[in-house]
């Protein structure tokens, strides 16, 4: 292929290095790869715990998926950070120059790695991302804000008030699965669709 297109499908893969050598193994010498997924840092520094669900196997960082693609003989040229989703990475990917697990070796391309690359790289080393430090306090945080709601949930029942939901998004799911929101919470879910 000249070119693969990934749009919200890699975090879906359960075996992330038989994906990533799959695009290496349809990939034309000169050939190009852009994924789009959910970005890590983004889902724990804004919280967004409703973001996972069961389809999201995997969530990345820049700096895991570096050492994944090379793995493949594939290297991360460019990167673009976009607001989609509460935060998500693009990534775009070719062969590698020096690509050792390639079986067709193509020309090293004339394009050179653009500095967002090592831009994000440096700002993942500056947050520690491949410390568990990093990912220690997300649960608490989520714990807080699910403290938080449920606290205000009571207060406006026993206050008498009505409280509905609209919206049966997946997120919306996530939200009442792991906050134990049911019937006696909740007077009626509306959804327009």
Known sequence: ??????????????????????????????????????????????VEFDT???????????TALVPLFARHGLEIFDVRRLPIHGGSLR?????????PKSEVQGPKSPVQASPSVAALLAEETAKGVASPRYYEDFGNRVRRIRDDLLGLL?????????????????????????????ADTLDFVADRS
């Open 91 to 99: 990534v775009y990917a070719r062969r590698a120059a020096q690509s």
């Open 1 to 46: 292929a000249d070119l693969i297109l990934g749009n919200n499908v890699f975090a879906h893969a359960p075996d992330t290095n038989d994906f990533v050598a799959g695009l290496a193994r349809l990939l034309k010498p000169d050939g190009r790869v852009a994924l789009e997924f959910p970005y890590a840092c983004d889902l724990i520094e804004h």
């Open 154 to 182: 009571r207060e406006l029942k026993a206050a008498g008030k009505s409280i509905a939901a609209y919206g049966a998004s997946a997120k919306g799911s996530t939200l009442l699965n792991f906050y134990g929101l049911g």
């Open 52 to 62: 996972i669900y069961h389809e999201h196997v995997f969530y990345f960082t820049l």
